[in-house]
């Protein structure tokens, strides 16, 4: 979805190095999240953040942390990398669906990193 | 705890045979539910989701899945696969409560047979 970018879309880095992945939207959603996704294991929710100042772990949050730079921006940082960090990473936004009291969310197209 | 079950890894049909993608949740409280779809190289497309309207619920590109209470079931079907079928498709469940959060299945990869 074009709405929702992330930058890099590839990267190889070193064990220990320090990585910023960054995503941002023009939805005007409120709601952002950040994904892993590895084969066999589908999607798994590292962080979310329903505005700015209302960041929440996910599942599996230990090693990674987050900013919410402004309601279009939600960044994801490893702050020293592991080799098992290698994983597709996506983000996603949302807004509620009033009428359906749930809301959809929507995907970016990935960021493909790669832990040396 | 809610949680996601797709049988099947890979799927093979040939094109213009139906596509049936398995899908079972386990949920404590009424659940939504949400097919996506992953082309290659690409991030996951909404397909269809159930709300708690109508237990069939039809999507894009001719899909539809029907919501079976007494089985856990949320079953994806499409009469008849053409090979821009192939890509991987993904079940999430979420709770009827303020977090939103989806729990995804692991995935089924869909090939057509030419």
């Known amino acids: 979805d074009a709405d929702v970018t992330q930058t890099p879309r590839n990267r190889i880095t070193k064990t220990g190095k320090r990585i910023m992945l960054e995503c941002s939207q023009t939805?005007?959603?409120?709601?952002m999240y950040w994904y892993r996704q590895d084969p066999g294991l589908g999607l798994r929710l590292i962080y979310y953040?329903?505005?700015?100042?209302?960041?929440n772990k996910g599942e599996i949050s230990d090693g990674y942390s987050v900013s919410r730079q402004a309601q279009a921006k939600f960044s994801l940082s490893l702050e020293s990398a592991i080799p098992n960090q290698t994983a597709l990473y996506f983000c996603?936004?949302?807004?509620?669906?009033?009428?359906?009291?749930?809301?959809?969310?929507?995907f970016g197209p990935g960021t493909r990193l790669t832990v040396l | 705890a809610q949680s996601v079950t797709q049988l099947g890894s890979h799927v093979s049909v040939s094109e213009g045979a139906l596509v049936l993608l398995r899908c079972n949740y386990s949920?404590?409280?009424?659940?939504?539910l949400f097919w996506y779809v992953q082309y290659p190289n690409q991030g996951l497309q909404l397909l269809l989701k159930?709300?708690?309207?109508?237990?069939l619920v039809k999507g894009i590109n001719g899909f539809e899945a029907e919501f079976k209470k007494s089985e856990t079931s949320f079953h994806l079907t499409k009469p008849s696969a053409h090979m821009s079928d192939a890509a991987e498709y993904f079940c999430?469940?979420?709770?009827?409560?303020?977090?939103?959060?989806?729990?995804f299945g692991s995935g089924t990869r869909l090939l057509v047979r030419p």
């Open positions: 996603a936004t949302s807004d509620v669906d009033s009428a359906a009291s749930t809301d959809t969310q929507y």
């Open positions: 939805k005007g959603h409120d709601r």
């Open positions: 953040s329903f505005d700015v100042k209302d960041i």
């Open positions: 949920s404590s409280v009424p659940p939504y």
């Open positions: 159930y709300t708690s309207a109508a237990t």
């Open positions: 999430a469940v979420s709770r009827m409560d303020s977090s939103y959060k989806l729990i």
